[in-house]
């Protein structure tokens, strides 16, 4: 089942267009991940998905649904964490949670959704004493605490420490594990491989490359070989890493010299979507 | 049902937790009507002992602090910092949404008016009202109307750090010039023709008249439609202009 679908979609802002012509799908149970830098048009295109802005051209569907027509029905069945996590400072973890539930007709349990996103200890604290993580947590609470089908999360772990964006992939892999559907954007490519299943490169509007991360990666078939030689260092392409290195290694022992700092590397998604969006600036 | 019911409470809760708005919407007109109860209370104003003649200024001093002030700013607050945007995700109606939060705040003006009562009979001796249907629909159609204006000037506003200071230079003078503290029958004629217009003058006049002088509600048309037009102007700037999401950048 496709949980969403997308066919040139359009949106413009005066003279700036934002969204020029994107077309893609997700399915139910995937994880999708729009991967862009700033000013791409992720935020964008995901808020019109979640009905917060009207397209100019192009068709949309969400769950079945035309997000610019929806109802509170349709609301049921999504979670949404925006980019800028807006709640109610007096209130306590619990007592957020709790106003959210209330919209729903089938929450989840206010303590489940506690732990599901790590605030246990933090749950009878007040809002405006949550640190700038605990904070996003708690707003995947938020999106949370309905049990939606589908789950739209922006950026949803922008300005975390190393430790807490771990703490949030899991997370976000658990969700996926019950089956969720997840649309996610991000700018950090790390991010998009560890969890989604498959990414959209957007840059300036348009999709510049989709497909599997590793397929992706897998696209570019060249190893990298890096070493230093009389304090310079050397770096090699190749798409036949094994013989190279052999000649290499080869001729270092019987010259009995080391290969100082080797590394052996396959292009990650970052080599990808740097030279995707190069090529995109060179256009 | 269910829904109107979980969101008034949520709403009577955060309305409990400010203390801003404790303090300068709810404790403050009772904090004046001590002071300035106790300074002139004693005189006669408008042939008729201050503190009477206070307690009905009082009353709409607080209409407008909490209906309109109150109102006005948290909407802006919540407006600017996403709260509201956020909201609208959620399968929450806007009608429900909207009618919690003038629910909330016209409870919070029914507590204040008891209050101000209260403290009047108890501090004051003055005498409770009587003619209290009529009362009862005259501080109804003032709230609901300051809640209309309230809502309509928040699109005057476009940060949460302004909001206060624009609200505070509305209604602090209004309350002054329409006679909330004192008698307007001495002010210079320029006051007196701005007062003209201000839609918290009748409504003085309309509590006056039906606190001190035993007139009932539908013998104030003037006075009643005066204020019901400045709460309908409100809300049909708000049904044109209203914003649920922050003003960006």
């Given at each position: ?94 007592e ?18 506690v ?44 300005g ?19 089956g ?104 | ?61 607080g ?70 249907g ?24 476009r ?16 309350s ?11 002010f ?34 003037t ?27």
């Open positions: 089942m496709t949980a969403i679908a997308v066919r040139d979609l359009r949106k413009s802002y005066g003279e700036l267009e934002a969204v020029s012509g994107i077309s893609f799908e997700v399915q139910e149970g995937e994880v999708f991940g729009l991967l862009g830098p700033n000013g791409a048009g992720k935020t964008t295109t995901v808020e019109i998905l979640e009905g917060y802005r009207r397209r100019d051209a192009g068709e949309v569907e969400v769950l079945g649904t035309d997000p610019a027509a929806a109802a509170g029905d349709w609301r049921e069945r999504i979670g949404v964490v925006l980019q800028s996590s807006a709640m109610y400072e007096t209130l306590t973890v619990a957020m949670l709790k106003v959210f539930a209330g919209y729903y007709r089938k929450p989840r349990p206010v303590d489940e959704v732990e599901l996103v790590g605030l246990d200890e933090k749950r009878d604290n007040r809002v405006r004493l949550l640190s700038g993580g605990q904070r996003r947590r708690l707003d995947l609470g938020l999106a949370l605490v309905g049990d939606p089908e589908l789950i739209f999360l922006d950026e949803p772990t922008t975390f420490d190393p430790g807490a964006r771990r703490r949030a992939w899991e997370t976000i892999r658990g969700l996926r594990s019950l969720k559907t997840i649309l996610l954007t991000t700018h950090y490519l790390d991010e998009a491989e560890q969890l989604a299943d498959r990414v959209a490169v957007l840059r300036h509007g348009e999709i510049v490359a989709s497909g599997p991360p590793a397929e992706l990666t897998g696209a570019v078939q060249q190893t990298e070989i890096r070493y230093r030689e009389n304090g310079r260092e050397v770096v090699l392409h190749t798409d036949q890493p094994t013989r190279v290195l052999h000649e290499l290694t080869d001729k270092a022992l019987s010259e009995g010299r080391e290969l100082d700092g080797l590394v052996v590397r396959r292009p990650s998604l970052e080599d990808v979507y740097l030279s995707l969006t190069e090529e995109a600036e060179a256009r | 049902m269910r829904l109107l019911w979980h969101e008034l409470k949520t709403e009577l809760l955060l309305y409990t937790r400010s203390r801003e708005l404790a303090f300068f919407t709810f404790l403050l007109p009772m904090i004046f009507y001590v002071l300035l109860g106790s300074t002139y209370g004693k005189d006669t104003v408008d042939g008729v002992k201050g503190t009477r003649f206070l307690e009905a200024g009082m009353i709409g001093y209409a407008i602090s909490i209906a309109f002030a109150g109102l006005a700013i948290v909407l802006v607050i919540r407006r600017e910092n996403g709260i509201l945007k956020r909201l609208r995700a959620t399968p929450l109606p806007a009608w429900i949404y909207i009618s919690s939060v003038l629910g909330a705040f016209l409870l919070a003006f029914a507590v204040e008016v008891i209050g101000l009562v209260v403290i009047g009979r108890v501090l004051f001796g003055v005498a409770l009202p009587d003619r209290i009529s009362l009862v629909l005259a501080l109804l159609l003032g709230a609901v109307s300051f809640c209309g204006l309230g809502i309509g000037v928040t699109s005057l506003m940060s949460a750090e302004g909001a206060s200071a624009v609200v505070n230079a509305i209604y602090l003078p209004m002054f010039i329409s006679g909330s503290f004192f008698s307007p029958r001495h210079p004629s320029v006051l007196r023709a701005i007062a003209d217009v201000l839609p918290l003058t009748y409504f003085l006049r309309l509590v006056r008249n039906v606190m001190l002088h035993g007139h009932e509600i539908w013998t104030q048309g006075n009643v439609a005066v204020v019901a037009a400045w709460g309908l102007a409100g809300v049909i700037v708000a049904l044109r202009s209203f914003r649920w999401e922050p003003h960006e950048g």
